[in-house]
């Protein structure tokens, strides 16, 4: 069985009088992808937060391999394996891919005053990241603004791991994209499991989510319908589900 590398009990998330979040119990394990899914206003965007040290929950705990950890910023959250891409993908446009893909995790040579970026050195780490995921780079100094959504989450998928991330969370990476960049990135997040990364999926588009996920957790306003594996659930009950067309909560599991 695959290690347990993230856990939440009971998480809940309270802004003023507003309940965003109540009771969410998951489990995400290693070379495992969760498919995390509801509708616009359903808690998905506030719930990844509270994982990425953004918000602090109000209620319940988050466990990293066991462990109880309470962040108090995305960086801690970063130390710790999560990395989140966002739909904006915290990319600089009119910066090369390189540039992009080391951007805070700069190689540099020379000392004191006279030290610089090695360009050379953040090409190779550029093309090594991206290959490990079967991304075969035109060339790393095409400005990111020039490549296609797919493209760009792509490279951001191939940054996250090859620095580091154990924990894999994207949020709606396949919105804006077209078919072919759509079966492109679940194919990089597919890349990703098998080398052992877990990986949540934020999304509301069911059917591509049942193609990657292995499991799912379902939020309608804020609560959680359960936790199932693939063969426990069908397209049709997620998407009742997720228009809130279910009488009853199922217990999470």
Known sequence: ?????LQTHQLGK???????????????????????LGDNGAGKSTLIKCLSGVHRPSQGGIFIEGNEVVFTSPREALKMGIATVYQDL?????????RNFVLGNEPTRGWGLLRRLDMARADRITRAGCGRL???????????????????????????????????????????????????VLRDVAEARDR??????ITHNVYHAFEVAD???????????????????????????????????????
């Open 1 to 5: 069985m695959s290690t347990s590398l």
């Open 14 to 36: 309270v802004f003023g009088r507003v309940i965003a979040l109540q009771d969410i119990t998951m489990e995400l394990r290693a070379g495992e992808v969760l498919g995390l």
């Open 90 to 98: 915290a990319m600089v446009p009119h910066l090369g891919i390189s």
């Open 134 to 184: 079967g991304i075969d780079l035109r060339t790393t100094r095409q400005p990111v603004g020039t490549l296609s959504g797919g493209e760009r989450q792509s490279v951001a998928i191939a940054r996250a791991i090859h620095f580091g991330a154990r924990i894999l969370i994207l949020d709606e990476p396949t919105s804006a994209l077209g078919v072919k960049e759509s079966a492109n």
């Open 196 to 201: 052992g990364v877990g990986v949540i999926i």
């Open 215 to 253: 499991r799912y957790t379902i939020l309608h306003r804020g609560r959680s319908y359960g936790n199932f594996m693939r063969d426990e659930i069908s397209r049709n009950d997620v998407i009742n589900m997720m228009s809130g067309r279910v009488t009853s909560t199922t217990e999470q599991g």
